[in-house]
């Protein structure tokens, strides 16, 4: 009986050290990763809030530069307009998280500025919006 040949190259496999290091080097590479998961989450709906404050705003300025010139002055008596998270009007003040206000001011008989302001509700007196946007409607004969 012949006995069996062993080679003498080693199997091809990774030392317990060499896991270890790799174990480590994943573990030190997620931790800075898990690290800034909090300040994009922040940011994503910083972004989201910007977003919706700048839609609210120009439907607003839409609805406006498509309204009939004459009945411009009817816009600010409505009051301030609420809003909810996802940017839909609201009358339940409970659900409301937007306040849009709008100023309108006369320049000329046939121009008015018109001030969009876009608040976080419910809001105190001294707030300031979050953002504010300005358009120039003109009578265009319409």
């Known amino acids: 009986m012949t006995s069996p040949h062993w080679s003498k190259q080693r199997a091809a496999a990774f030392t317990l050290v060499e896991t ?5 080097i ?3 590479v997620m931790t800075g990763l898990l690290g800034v998961l909090p ?3 922040h940011e994503l709906a ?3 809030n910007e977003i919706i404050v700048a839609e ?9 530069s498509q309204m009939d010139f004459s009945r411009l002055d009817d816009l600010p008596s409505s009051g301030n307009a609420l809003f909810d998270v996802s940017g839909v009007e609201t009358a339940d003040g409970s659900r409301a998280i937007y306040e849009v206000g709008l100023t309108l001011n006369e320049v000329s008989d046939r121009s ?4 969009v302001s876009v608040y976080r509700h419910p809001r105190n007196p001294n707030d300031r919006p979050l953002a504010d946007f300005i358009s120039l409607l003109a009578d265009n004969g319409r």
């Open 56 to 64: 609210l705003a120009e439907s607003q300025l839409t609805r406006a």
């Open 112 to 115: 008015k500025v018109l001030l």
């Open 39 to 41: 300040i994009a989450l």
């Open 26 to 28: 994943i573990a030190f």
């Open 46 to 48: 910083n972004a989201r």
């Open 20 to 24: 270890a290091m790799a174990i480590g």
